[in-house]
């Protein structure tokens, strides 16, 4: 069965530099979400998107924004980075009304900055 | 807001032994679901099972089965005949069901299982 697709899967970048991280939901799924994970911590949720609408934002810094495309797909985008921003990134999607609510993580993006 | 709490940081058994995780909640929503979610040394995230919370019976899949207490607000997983591909981090997650649109996971710190040869 087809899955998450995120690319890139590993990004270095300096401070300062600009990132993109690239999300493809299950098809037919029409919601997606965000998620960072830093080291040794549990998944902590960015955004989400529902039907190509933010649906939800949590601790998401204003240096980041995101979107969901009419294909469904969504991207990330992470400005100003800082060592800080150095985590694993996780994109999920789901079925937001119909379906049983499962979200379905991709294999992340794992972000360094230098 | 929904906390999740994990006590257990971290569990060690021996392989085909049975071994229980814990995981609390506090929430004052009355439709949620609570789901395991296993990350093995890959970092993937792997659904593991899923319950209800208007479901009185518990969810069981294959090894892994759930004692799900409403009233408790507890949720624990219990892994049987555990197998080395059981070494993980396990993580609990809550998500509030609302009529529509994306609703996010609240995740608790997570458990980190060793199953020994």
């Known amino acids: 069965a087809a899955g998450v697709i995120q690319s890139p899967r590993h990004l270095i970048k300096e401070k300062r530099e600009t990132a993109t991280l690239k999300c493809y939901p299950i098809p037919r799924h029409d919601t997606v979400y965000w998620y960072q994970q830093g080291p040794g911590q549990d998944p902590q949720f960015l955004i989400s998107?529902?039907?190509?609408?933010?649906?939800d934002k949590g601790s998401i810094p204003d240096r980041f924004s995101a979107q969901q495309f009419s294909d469904y797909h969504s991207e990330l985008n992470m400005s100003s980075l800082e060592l800080g921003d150095s985590a694993l990134y996780f994109c999920a999607s789901s079925l937001g009304i119909t379906g049983e609510r499962e979200q379905y993580f991709g294999p992340g993006t794992r972000l360094t900055v230098t | 807001a929904q906390t999740v709490t994990q006590s257990q940081p971290e569990m060690s058994v021996q392989e085909a032994e049975t071994v229980t995780l814990s995981c609390t909640y506090d929430t004052s929503e009355n439709n949620y679901y609570l789901f395991w979610y296993k990350q093995p040394p890959s970092r993937q995230m792997i659904l593991v099972i899923r319950?209800?919370?208007?479901?009185?019976q518990n969810a069981t899949e294959n090894r892994f089965s759930v004692n799900f207490q409403k009233a408790a607000k507890s949720f624990s997983l219990k892994i049987s005949d555990s197998q080395l591909g059981d070494t993980a981090m396990y993580f609990c997650?809550?998500?509030?069901?609302?009529?529509?649109?994306?609703?996010?996971?609240?995740f608790g710190q997570g458990t980190r299982l060793t199953i020994n040869p």
């Open positions: 997650a809550f998500m509030k069901l609302n009529r529509g649109g994306a609703q996010k996971l609240v």
């Open positions: 998107f529902y039907e190509k609408m933010q649906s």
């Open positions: 319950q209800e919370a208007y479901k009185q």
